[in-house]
Nanobody, 124 residues
Framework: QLQLVESGGGLVQPGGSLRLACTAS????????IGWFRQAPGKEREGVSC????????YYADSVKGRFTISRDNAKSTVYLQMNSLKPEDTAVYYC?????????????????WGQGTQVTVSS
């Protein structure tokens, strides 16, 4: 079964940057769509950014457009989320999720495989 492990979370000051990584084991990501989701305390899980395995198309939530960039390295079975200009409202647990051929992208109920999450805290 596909397993996902997130890394790269931590504490950062407002305006800072972090790069999250989602690494898959037991399966290649070549034909798998990947999404990054986040959940803050008391809020619903939301789709942050997702990437298609078919054509590399991407989705970004309005709240992160221009600040976050998703990319994938299939040779390393890893998907990255580069987060720049971080804001306190970006504080949440970030999860990566995977599924084969998801359309439309970034709806959490459509993804069947999930990592354990990594905490991102943006605070001075």
């Amino acid at each position: 079964q596909l397993q996902l492990v997130e890394s790269g979370g931590g504490l950062v000051q407002p305006g800072g940057s972090l790069r999250l990584a989602c690494t898959a084991s037991r399966f290649t990501l070549n034909y798998i769509d990947i999404g990054w989701f986040r959940q803050a305390p008391g809020k619903e899980r939301e789709g942050v950014s997702c990437i298609s395995s078919t054509d590399g198309s991407t989705y970004y939530a309005d709240s992160v457009k221009g600040r976050f960039t998703i990319s994938r390295d299939n040779a390393k079975s890893t998907v990255y989320l580069q987060m720049n200009s971080l804001k306190p409202e970006d504080t949440a647990v970030y999860y990566c999720a995977a599924e084969k051929s998801v359309q439309p992208m970034c709806i959490s109920r459509d993804y069947g495989f999930w990592g354990q999450g990594t905490q991102v805290t943006v605070s001075s």
